[in-house]
């Protein structure tokens, strides 16, 4: 299939596995950023292609996992008021939060829907005038310029039952928190390719150029990855760090100006917090005051009762893994309190969580 | 009143009197019409002799019609489907139908020859039915419940747990194609794709496969959950592993796309016309030039075998050469976000 088979071509990929084992001559320690590429590497099985000296760990880059309970909380405390719909991309729902989870709200009454484009949740709003619609706005630079799209439309349309809460985040400032906190000692950075779509590498400079860690933007197919890797390893061993595209059928060095604009029109920077790290400031995006009638933080605080104390599922850790200083196979819930069928945390729970990853595609 | 009868569904026509006769007499019998279910009497009653199969299953697909089929055609292609992985031969059905008021009658018209075409190709006859009004938001435009019963042909051994080290494991086509064409239908999913449901009666293509082997020891229809759940299933009731290779397994472009897209595996989607098979090692090459030569079965092939390694499990060797495990779907399948 075009577009896909190239980048799935065993012989190809045998080469570059080759070519990665002949260069790394010692061990080291790479991040994936996102989640997809923590999905893609245990599917295809690329950790048994590569020498086992390259050690590589999750991050942060799981929309849904990075959600903090206390937003969760209020998302599912939004879904009880009377006469809203709230509509939401699809894993968030079975995330456990302090006290109950989207689907459990769901089937107590609550009218959930799950949804894959806002502008259908637009749609929604708009066949159902009666109701207050709601978007629970979770995801990166990815999901952000399209849900800056439908406020726009929105306004333009004058819909006014329709909102976003937005939980919006940012990665190069969580990728700077990490590198700060320094839990764990890096060498290079699988980068995330479909967020640098919209944003470009630029943003990355910082992480050679300050940190001296290697940091390579990788599409999402295997051949994609291994290309990364062989790049990454290269960089480390002639210790010449720097920011690279391995991606360039998707990214630009300066992203994508008009998505860049959509998001720097309906959203302003704000601090965010992130589940395992905690609040990090200038990593989130909330809407701006020119569009503030669809703030769903605005429009409904005032009537959800007051916050409950903030549960953290007990023994789950997912924050570790979400810092990349466990691996799944570190906890002690790992595929036997928690399994995809009883999920404590959301890394399990998520088409983009490393423990889901790890569950799903154990190596033989 | 008047035509309120002639357009939508009434809370009265389930109360059993004038105007559920009227629906029975004007909507179903007329298309689903056969000696045994004219008699409209409180049971079906007919001769049957030897080893019966007997299956029920109730349908509730969202959205009602879909790319390829609809409620109607999956309630009977679903029930036969069933029969027929137990080796038997579907002979009876009976259907039962619960609607919600307001239900547009030109729908359900459209439902029932949907249904009548279905059992037609399949060659079974609807004895025994029922049909329920509830009212509206009680049930999702139409809910159907289908039972079927077959004769299992004498020396015919069909089972989950009969698979052995050595057999092969046949594919009858492509997959995902059901999920997909559902998935690109649904309320806020709505995107276009070239694929629609595989819905279809698999008995014949079973009897065809049956004429070809005795052996054939294992039979299911990978419907919701997938290849893998399917699959997963044999491996734990066999206790055997069973390898596979993802290279062999045929799937549309479409439906890669839309995995891909959607951040599924295609081994978890659903199928409505696809069965596998576990078959005795000398009998595979017959059984698959077999499958072959019925439209259902063209795209057939060979996937992988049984071994006595990994007891319990499915084991994938992936496009590029490293093994994984395989497992059931877990939930339901939701899109991902990024």
Request: with cysteine.
């Amino acid at each position: 299939m075009k577009f896909i088979d190239e980048y799935q071509n065993s012989e190809l990929a045998r080469k570059l596995a080759q070519r990665i084992a002949t260069h790394s001559t010692r061990p080291i320690s790479l991040m994936e950023f996102c989640g997809g590429h923590t999905h893609a590497i245990m599917r295809y099985g690329i950790r048994q292609l590569v020498p086992q000296t390259i050690e590589m760990r999750s991050g942060p880059g799981c929309p849904v996992c990075v959600t903090a309970t206390a937003d969760l909380d209020k998302a599912i405390a939004l879904a009880h008021l009377p006469g809203i719909i709230i509509t939401t991309f699809g894993d968030i729902v079975r995330v456990p939060g302090s006290y109950s989870s989207l689907q459990q709200a769901k089937a107590q009454g609550a009218d959930i829907r799950i949804v894959y484009s806002t502008m259908d949740a637009v749609e929604i709003a708009r066949e159902n005038t009666e109701n207050s619609v709601i978007f629970i706005g979770i995801g990166f630079e990815t999901t952000a310029p399209t849900i800056a799209a439908s406020l726009i439309k929105a306004q333009q349309e004058d819909i006014q039952n329709f909102y976003v809460l937005s939980l919006l985040k940012l990665t190069p400032p969580v990728m700077k928190a990490l590198l700060d906190l320094g839990e764990v000692k890096l060498d290079g950075i699988i980068g995330p390719g479909h967020v640098s779509v919209i944003i470009g590498s630029h943003p990355y400079n910082f992480i050679s150029a300050d940190y001296g860690v290697a940091c390579v933007i990788s599409g999402f197919e295997p051949l994609d990855i291994l290309l990364c890797l062989d790049k990454l390893v290269e960089q480390i061993q002639t210790g010449q760090p720097q920011v690279e595209i391995a991606y360039p059928r998707g990214v630009k060095p300066e992203g994508n100006t008009k998505a860049l604009e959509l998001m720097n029109e309906v959203f302003a920077i704000d601090a965010a917090n992130w589940r395992g790290i905690g609040i990090v400031s200038q990593s989130g995006l909330k809407i701006n005051d020119k569009y503030h009638q669809f703030d769903a933080e605005q429009a409904f605080s005032h009537l959800l009762p007051p916050d409950m104390p903030v549960r953290e599922p007990k023994g789950c850790r997912c924050g570790d893994i979400l810092r990349g200083v466990a691996l799944p196979g570190d906890c002690k819930l790992f595929g036997t309190v928690c399994t995809p069928e009883r999920p404590v945390g959301p890394c399990m729970v998520s088409s983009e969580g490393a423990c889901a990853a790890y569950y799903q595609y154990q190596s033989v | 009143m008047k035509d309120a009868m002639t357009d939508t569904i009434l809370l009265a026509h389930g109360s059993g009197g004038k105007l559920s006769h009227e629906l029975v007499q004007s909507k179903f019998l007329p298309f689903l019409a056969n000696p045994i279910l004219d008699k409209l009497d409180d049971s079906a009653i007919f001769e049957a002799s030897g080893r019966l199969a007997f299956t029920t299953d109730s349908y509730v697909v969202n959205p009602i019609f879909f790319p390829g089929g609809d409620i109607g055609k999956l309630a009977i292609c679903g029930t036969v489907n069933d029969l027929a992985m137990s080796g038997a031969k579907p002979l009876y059905l009976s259907l039962s139908a619960i609607i919600e008021e307001g239900f547009p009658l030109s729908e359900l018209e459209q439902i029932i020859k949907s249904i009548k075409a279905a059992a037609e190709e399949a060659e079974v006859n609807i004895v025994a039915g029922d049909t329920k009004v509830v009212n509206q938001k009680q049930a999702d435009k139409l809910f159907i419940n289908t039972s079927g019963i077959g004769i299992v042909p004498d020396g015919v051994d069909i089972s989950g747990a009969n698979a052995k080290a050595g057999d092969k494991v046949i594919l009858s086509g492509t997959i995902g194609d059901h999920g997909i064409a559902i998935m690109s239908q649904r309320e806020g999913l709505r995107f276009s794709v070239p694929v629609e449901s595989d819905c279809a009666p698999l008995n014949k293509l079973v009897a065809q496969m049956l004429e070809a082997s005795s052996r054939i020891h294992c039979l299911r229809d990978p419907t919701r959950g997938g290849l893998a759940t399917t699959l997963s299933e044999f491996a734990r009731q066999s206790n055997v592993g069973i390898v596979i290779q993802e290279d062999k397994i045929p799937i549309k472009e479409g439906v890669r796309a839309a995995c891909e897209l959607l951040g599924f595996d295609p081994i978890h989607v659903a199928n409505e016309g696809k069965l596998v098979a576990i078959v005795e090692p000398s009998d595979a090459d017959n059984v698959l030039a077999q499958m072959r030569q019925n439209h259902y079965g063209r795209d057939a092939s060979i996937i992988g075998e049984v071994t006595n390694d990994y007891p319990g499990k499915v084991i994938m060797k992936t496009r590029l050469g490293p093994s994984r495990i395989v497992d059931m779907l877990s939930g339901e399948l939701l899109p991902r976000i990024c």
